[in-house]
T-cell receptor, first 114, second 112 residues
Framework: DQQVKQNSPSLSVQEGRISILNCDYT??????FLWYKKYPAEGPTFLIS?????DKNEDGRFTVFLNKSAKHLSLHIVPSQPGDSAVYFC?????????????FGKGTKLSVKP | DVKVTQSSRYLVKRTGEKVFLECVQD?????MFWYRQDPGLGLRLIYF???????EKGDIPEGYSVSREKKERFSLILESASTNQTSMYLC???????????FGPGTRLLVL
């Protein structure tokens, strides 16, 4: 059973607009969440993270929101740029339970059109 | 800057061959991981290691083994490659006590 779900396999957005990528989780013990970005034929690169004690974390154009009651997090990219076109993976960690291992979603492919 | 390197970017092997994938990190990280990435399946954990000579099975260890003789190096071994092991293999490392993993560039393996 998937503990981290990214229900949208793909998303297409116009350049300059907002991209919203969503992620749901089932394990209430998860206490740290991360987003990774992956270009084809490259390894994932860490983008932004959030601890469960916060509900928002911002880094430049990227903001992650966490709604613990809904077990939902989202990544907002504003404004979207063509270089943001990549696969985005959501990941969660339960340090005490999973020894810090990350559980990844299946990814959402973002296409930003000029 | 964390640097994780993998020995090959692309590999082509034949069914039944023994395959070695090597990963080296330069940040003195305690923890290292091997994943495979397949379309529609995301990243799946094969094996991980918390210390030298230590190894733990991940979610899909069948058909694989690992070796960690030195802290900076973590090797993934396919004892007898099969076509269903054609995939992108990703190595990652992490400092102890922190969650963020840092990935290498990946090795795309094709087994014919």
């Amino acid at each position: 059973d998937q503990q981290v779900k990214q229900n949208s396999p793909s998303l297409s957005v116009q350049e300059g607009r907002i991209s919203i990528l969503n992620c749901d989780y089932t394990n209430s013990m998860f206490d740290y969440f991360l987003w990774y970005k992956k270009y084809p034929a490259e390894g994932p690169t860490f983008l932004i993270s959030i601890s469960s004690i916060k509900d928002k974390n911002e880094d430049g154009r990227f903001t992650v929101f966490l709604n613990k009651s809904a077990k939902h997090l989202s990544l907002h990219i504003v404004p979207s740029q063509p270089g943001d076109s990549a696969v985005y993976f959501c990941a969660a960690s339960d340090y005490g339970g999973s020894q810090g291992n990350l559980i990844f979603g299946k990814g959402t492919k973002l296409s930003v059109k000029p | 800057d964390v640097k994780v390197t993998q020995s090959s970017r692309y590999l082509v092997k034949r069914t039944g061959e023994k395959v070695f994938l090597e990963c080296v990190q330069d940040m003195d990280h305690e923890n290292m991981f091997w994943y495979r990435q397949d379309p529609g399946l995301g990243l799946r954990l094969i094996y991980f290691s918390y210390d030298v000579k230590m190894k733990e099975k991940g979610d899909i260890p069948e058909g694989y083994s690992v070796s960690r003789e030195k802290k900076e190096r973590f090797s993934l071994i396919l004892e007898s490659a099969s076509t269903n092991q054609t995939s992108m293999y990703l190595c990652a490392s992490r400092a102890g006590g922190l969650e963020t993993q840092y990935f290498g560039p990946g090795t795309r393996l094709l087994v014919l």
